[in-house]
């Protein structure tokens, strides 16, 4: 049961323009969202969290959109840069500490 | 600011061998401690994860075993590995006594099994 879906397996924008990552879950417990970004033969890196309470979230480039009627997450890029190409993954908790992450969106960025 | 090692990167095993990867977390005390693994093309799976010396839990039945015996140190073992015990390990820590932290995570274990 994969309570965390990232739908897109990749995704191609141009550079300048802006990403659009997106994620859904089906848990209605989760109130913590957060979205890591990922290099090869690296450890994933936090970019960006949500709690339930809001529905925006913004860090520079870097913006993350809840909507819990559809139960489904974004994160925003702009403008997008080729060192923003990685494997993006989102992720989710209820409360416990224990993530719930997708199955990762791999984002290449073009010159 | 706090750090977390693993080791090694990269680790070629015989199918049969025994394994042990390590974790150590610097710069923080009680942290809540992770095993993920990540397969070929797959998101990340959390093994277990411990709130506190010698407290592990398990989420997945399996051929590994987790250990924490110090606050910042979370080892992951198995006596017998198996081809499909291939993939890419990674230990996660975040703040134990706070609540909606983000998790932080080494640069991973890259284990074959041949």
């Known amino acids: 049961d994969q309570q965390v879906k990232q739908n897109s397996p990749s995704l191609s924008v141009q550079e300048g323009r802006i990403s659009i990552l997106n994620c859904d879950y089906t848990n209605s417990m989760f109130d913590y969202f957060l979205w890591y970004k990922k290099y090869p033969a690296e450890g994933p890196t936090f970019l960006i969290s949500?709690?339930?309470?809001?529905d925006k979230n913004e860090d520079g480039r870097f913006t993350v959109f809840l909507n819990k009627s559809a139960k489904h997450l974004s994160l925003h890029i702009v403008p997008s840069q080729p060192g923003d190409s990685a494997v993006y993954f989102c992720a989710a908790s209820a409360g416990a500490q224990k993530l719930v992450f997708g199955q990762g969106t791999r984002l290449t960025i073009n010159p | 600011s706090q750090t977390i090692h693993q080791w090694p990167a990269t680790l070629v095993q015989p199918v049969g061998s025994p394994l042990s990867l390590e974790c150590t977390v610097e710069g923080t005390s009680n942290p809540n401690l992770y095993w993920y693994r990540q397969a070929a093309g797959r998101g990340l799976q959390l093994l277990f994860y411990s709130v506190g010396i010698g407290q592990i839990s398990s989420e997945v039945p399996q051929n590994l075993s987790a250990s924490r015996p110090q606050d910042r140190q979370f080892i992951l073992s198995s006596k017998k590995l198996l081809l499909s015990d291939s993939g890419f390990y990674l230990c996660a820590w975040t703040h134990g006594r706070l609540s909606n932290q983000p998790q932080h995570f080494g640069d991973g274990t890259r284990l074959s099994i041949l």
């Open positions: 949500i709690s339930s309470i809001k």
